[in-house]
């Protein structure tokens, strides 16, 4: 089992009846970008890095039956940050992380940190045979759609 949450890990132990995971959010939050996860994910790990001298991990945490079609879609996360970071500016949270936790209904919800995912689509083809979104930013594909909302709602 594996728990996800906003903010950075401090520690995890599981003596296999009990399991603690521990988490810090150094930033201010709003009630409805909180989010917990908890599941048998597949974890995969990539850095985005804005200079030479920092980076940030980025955290995937995917369903393990779903975890090998998603990692080409994955592969362009830190590309998609860059450029909102270009457009935007700079991520708010490099201090802490990016990520994505898969979960079981479609849509997804860009919550401070990790981003809570139920199909993951991009620009170019797509991971699922899903339908594009349309929502607030018009008809982006659903991945870009969650990293830009959350860099207009910063600006904002």
């Known amino acids: 089992m ?8 401090l520690e995890s132990s599981d003596d296999g009846l009990v399991a603690v995971t521990r988490w810090v959010e150094r930033h201010p939050i709003a009630t409805y970008l909180v989010s917990l996860a908890s599941y048998a994910y597949a974890t995969s790990t990539d850095w985005y890095r804005p200079s030479p001298a920092d ?18 879609v994955n592969a362009k996360v830190k590309g998609m940050i860059a450029a909102y970071a270009a457009r935007f500016g700079e991520y708010p949270f490099l201090d802490e992380k990016y990520g994505e936790a898969e979960f079981d ?3 997804g919800m860009e919550n401070q940190t990790i981003t809570s995912l139920g199909s993951f689509q991009e620009g170019i083809g ?14 982006l594909p659903r991945l870009p759609s969650h990293l830009a909302e959350r860099g207009l709602r910063d600006l904002l």
């Open 2 to 9: 594996r728990t996800v949450g906003n903010g950075r890990l």
């Open 55 to 72: 980076s940030m991990e980025i955290q995937f945490c995917l369903f393990p039956e779903d975890a090998p079609n998603l990692g080409v």
């Open 105 to 107: 209904w479609g849509g």
């Open 126 to 139: 797509r991971a699922r045979a899903l339908p594009p979104v349309v929502g607030r930013l018009g008809d």
